[in-house]
């Protein structure tokens, strides 16, 4: 297989590690910096370095871009309109809604993975970077089902975990568990450090505040891109967390007891739900579903599923008569999300069955 | 020295192990629940488990109270009623001015361990829970500096940093380092619980999440009457955070890059003088301060150089004609903070020098 990556830093550098160590993929990279191209390839984070974005789109069957948010847009047009017919082109930004709505290209998939946040430049990439992580995938309803197959066997074979979802609901997501997270770890430095006097230092209070603030200031390089291109989840979010606090507050004013157990019990029972043990593992199931022959049912099915929070293990479309119909096969983990991923993709009106 | 301590639990129960191993003194310990008593007794945290408040007041020189927040204004009131009168009565409860106002018998200190937040009961109970731990004392007008000496001396002999503040500030602190922080995680994971579906997990996003939620629904033993105990300040805190969140929303909606840059930037710049290296150590240094004759001056004293983010390693009067005046000497580390120190006792128009 070849691969072509734009941009070779932390992400770019660790995908193309990753593909020629476990998949012997051919990997040819390209970075507007050339001092970046010139070390992904000394740390053989890439096999060749392109002059251009046409050299790297020459031939490829799978088209990473990891630049920056900002640069992604313009970077995915000139791909796509490089890239031959069969190959797809993916993307690894913060933010999805903005890069995917309009360009429903049925080539282009919108990718982020949920790894690396903590450094950058291709001098911390690894190979392994990807192992276990989530990576969300935002196909569109004019997707091609045999190019996401290949993308989600692929990332799936560098140890991601590739879950589909809707763009839109990506962006809700990342900003309630990522974007507001980060504006509240804002909020408590400054107000910290009103309440104490100049110079001073927060007490040990234990872990809280420490653990709490860990994120406050984030790279200036990065995060100023991310909430501007999701202002729209994040100012509802906001919006959102005004309201919770006025609630708050009028508990604490009316020194109603009853009402801020509620509030905190309900916080330890959300907190206990959505940190609690991982979902159970289980044998690995398989179903076929037919796809029906029109563009997108794939990703339909790779939708509901990731809504319903159910994993696909694996992914595989036989026969792809034309590309956008045929069986697909599914491999899902443990019964319990078998039976629910048959209960959900027959709920989309798609025929589904054990083998 | 004989101590006596009301409430054996996981801070009581530290307090015993520690004064009896560190100082050895003889503690006597009452619990209203008599199976602690048992516990604590046979686990040495007490020397002898006293049948009422009564007995373990009797020729104390030193009393802590370490009972819940909402039981500890009468258990205060009682034993100031049986302590003698040059014994130290001191509790360990997480907020302050409520306890503290009204409540000016020169025998009473305010007092608030950093330490042991995370479990509870005599069982986890240790020797050197408060190894390097702030502890805060809110002396008052009225504070004897005499006793305010001994409860210093006996909290520094245990491992502790003791720490005068304004029982106000005290709270102000608090809340801004601790309890709005658990606010914004109950927050926090009431959002993402409507953001993610039913039963779903949120995704593996590094851990962001999770250490800003680290603390959401604490313990419904004790936080509901912190926050409760707290309200005044922490409304306050809700305000101003309401006031920064829309200043954010504002910049957001207004896509106002320069804006978000330079409230992050802040951020960053808070968040590294808040938590950044701890105070450079150093040789320590004797200052003397001629204590004036007037009830307070020593807590006055405290008082400030805590105010300035000074620690006191230890504190001595000499001579002590009535307990209220004589010489204090002061040993501060650092050569920086002893000149601070001085210029601030300087400032309270007392006589400073080194001897």
């Given at each position: 297989?070849?691969?072509g990556?734009?941009?070779?830093?932390l992400?770019?550098?660790s995908?193309?590690?990753?593909?020629?160590?476990r998949?012997?993929?051919?990997?040819?990279g390209y970075?507007?910096?050339?001092?970046?191209?010139?070390?992904a390839?000394?740390r053989?984070?890439?096999?060749?370095?392109?002059?251009?974005?046409a050299?790297v789109?020459d031939?490829a069957?799978?088209?990473?871009?990891?630049?920056?948010?900002s640069?992604?847009a313009?970077?995915?047009d000139?791909?796509?309109?490089?890239?031959?017919?069969?190959?797809?082109?993916?993307d690894?930004g913060?933010?999805?809604?903005?890069?995917?709505?309009?360009?429903?290209?049925?080539r282009?998939?919108?990718?982020?993975p949920?790894?690396?946040?903590e450094?950058?430049?291709v001098?911390?990439?690894?190979a392994?970077?990807?192992?276990?992580?989530t990576?969300?995938?935002?196909?569109g309803?004019g997707?091609?089902?045999?190019?996401?197959?290949?993308?989600?066997k692929?990332l799936?074979?560098i140890?991601?975990?590739?879950?589909a979802?809707d763009?839109?609901?990506h962006?809700?997501v990342?900003?309630?568990?990522?974007?507001?997270p980060?504006?509240?770890?804002?909020?408590?430095?400054?107000q910290?450090a009103?309440?104490?006097?100049?110079?001073?230092?927060?007490?040990?209070t234990?872990?809280?505040?420490?653990?709490?603030?860990?994120v406050?200031g984030a790279?200036?390089?990065?995060?100023p891109d991310?909430?501007?291109?999701?202002?729209d989840?994040?100012?509802a979010?906001?919006?959102?967390?005004?309201?919770?606090?006025?609630?708050?507050?009028?508990?604490?004013?009316a020194?109603?007891?009853g009402a801020i157990e509620?509030?905190?019990?309900?916080a330890?029972e959300?907190?206990?739900?959505?940190?609690?043990?991982g979902?159970?593992g289980?044998?690995?199931?398989?179903?076929?579903?037919?796809?029906?022959?029109r563009?997108g049912?794939?990703?339909?099915?790779?939708l509901?599923l990731g809504r319903?929070g159910?994993?696909?293990?694996d992914?595989a479309l036989?026969?792809a008569?034309?590309?956008?119909?045929?069986?697909?096969?599914?491999?899902?983990q443990?019964e319990?999300?078998?039976?629910?991923?048959?209960?959900t993709?027959?709920?989309?009106?798609?025929?589904?069955a054990?083998?």
């Amino acid at each position: 297989m070849k691969v072509g990556i734009v941009g070779v830093g932390l992400i770019g550098g660790s995908i193309g590690l990753a593909l020629q160590e476990r998949l012997g993929a051919t990997v040819i990279g390209y970075d507007p910096a050339e001092a970046v191209s010139v070390e992904a390839l000394r740390r053989r984070a890439i096999g060749v370095a392109g002059a251009s974005a046409a050299e790297v789109a020459d031939g490829a069957e799978l088209l990473f871009v990891a630049a920056p948010v900002s640069a992604l847009a313009g970077a995915i047009d000139e791909l796509l309109a490089l890239a031959g017919p069969q190959c797809v082109v993916t993307d690894v930004g913060s933010t999805k809604r903005a890069l995917v709505s309009g360009r429903d290209d049925e080539r282009f998939i919108g990718g982020h993975p949920l790894a690396g946040a903590e450094t950058s430049g291709v001098e911390h990439a690894r190979a392994d970077l990807f192992e276990g992580a989530t990576w969300y995938l935002t196909p569109g309803p004019g997707t091609s089902g045999v190019l996401y197959e290949r993308l989600h066997k692929t990332l799936a074979g560098i140890g991601a975990q590739p879950t589909a979802i809707d763009a839109t609901d990506h962006d809700r997501v990342m900003a309630s568990v990522s974007h507001l997270p980060h504006v509240f770890a804002n909020v408590l430095v400054a107000q910290a450090a009103r309440a104490l006097g100049d110079g001073e230092q927060v007490p040990a209070t234990g872990p809280s505040f420490r653990d709490a603030t860990r994120v406050a200031g984030a790279s200036a390089t990065i995060w100023p891109d991310i909430y501007l291109s999701n202002r729209d989840a994040l100012i509802a979010l906001i919006d959102e967390a005004q309201g919770r606090l006025s609630d708050v507050r009028g508990a604490l004013e009316a020194a109603d007891r009853g009402a801020i157990e509620r509030w905190n019990d309900a916080a330890r029972e959300d907190r206990d739900a959505l940190l609690g043990a991982g979902l159970a593992g289980g044998a690995v199931h398989e179903l076929r579903a037919a796809a029906p022959d029109r563009p997108g049912a794939v990703a339909e099915i790779a939708l509901a599923l990731g809504r319903a929070g159910i994993n696909i293990v694996d992914i595989a479309l036989s026969p792809a008569r034309d590309g956008h119909q045929g069986v697909v096969a599914l491999w899902i983990q443990g019964e319990e999300q078998a039976q629910r991923a048959i209960a959900t993709i027959d709920g989309l009106g798609i025929p589904v069955a054990r083998p």
